[in-house]
């Protein structure tokens, strides 16, 4: 049971340049997040989604986009990167008593 | 909004001390309350949870308690050991909206020394 999965592990992109992190789940939950970690700042939400083809904005969304295609997979966009986007990207997708079950996350560094 | 306050660290212990993680919150409503752990280089993992006041959240011999009256939900743990460097994030869902996304505490660093 491989649970929450997250592409790339490690990322490095240069000012403007785009790119889109993926995440899945095989558990079967509806609702996904995206999060960004900042040092000593905890995690931020960007993103959630409560079901296939639903969105809403979470804390910080702004630079990002995301797409909820089907049940398993929720992905992040990064449209034009800034270096104020370099952070550790976590996805997560939320079971029974609303416990959140994390990916391993994606470290990104814009230049 | 929600908020959650953590000890800033890091805490420096040696094996076998005790130990204590403050944490406080501010909600509406009476949300669920977590701690997550995170080792170096990986993703969190739940460590433990409580539900409603005064349950008492425990696993691996860490164990806290939610308290309503002080909103509250400091983490223990009687005799640390190495393994247990990490970084400990409290967090809480609340109950009121469709949404729960937890909001996290900055974390706390533990480092324990043999």
């Known amino acids: 049971n491989a649970g929450v999965t997250q592409t790339p592990k490690f990322q490095v992109l240069k000012t403007g340049q785009s790119m889109t992190l993926q995440c899945a789940q095989d558990?079967?939950?509806?609702?996904m997040y995206w999060y960004r970690q900042d040092p000593g700042m905890g995690l931020r939400l960007i993103y959630y989604s409560a079901s296939e083809g639903t969105t809403d904005k979470g804390e910080v969304p702004n630079g990002y986009n995301v797409s909820r295609l089907n049940k398993r997979e929720f992905s992040l966009r990064l449209e034009s990167a800034a270096p104020s986007q370099t952070s550790v990207y976590f996805c997560?997708?939320?079971?029974?008593?609303?416990?959140?079950?994390f990916g391993p996350g994606t470290r990104l560094l814009v230049l | 909004g929600d908020s959650v306050t953590q000890m800033e660290g890091p805490v420096t212990l040696s094996e076998e001390a005790f130990l204590t993680i403050n944490c406080t919150y501010t909600?509406?409503?009476?949300?669920?309350l977590f701690w997550y752990v995170q080792y170096p280089g990986e993703g969190l993992q739940l460590l433990l949870k409580?539900?409603?006041?005064?349950d008492k959240g425990s696993n691996k011999g860490f164990e806290a308690t939610y308290r309503k009256e002080t909103t509250s939900f400091h983490l223990e743990k009687g005799s640390v050991q190495v393994s247990d460097s990490a970084v400990y994030f409290c967090?809480?869902?609340?109950?009121?909206?469709?949404?729960?996304?937890?909001?996290f505490g900055s974390g706390t660093r533990l480092q324990v020394q043999p």
């Open positions: 409580a539900t409603k006041a005064d």
């Open positions: 997560a997708s939320r079971g029974g008593w609303e416990t959140q079950y």
């Open positions: 967090a809480l869902a609340p109950r009121d909206t469709g949404r729960r996304a937890l909001t």
């Open positions: 909600a509406t409503g009476y949300p669920s």
């Open positions: 558990m079967n939950h509806n609702s």
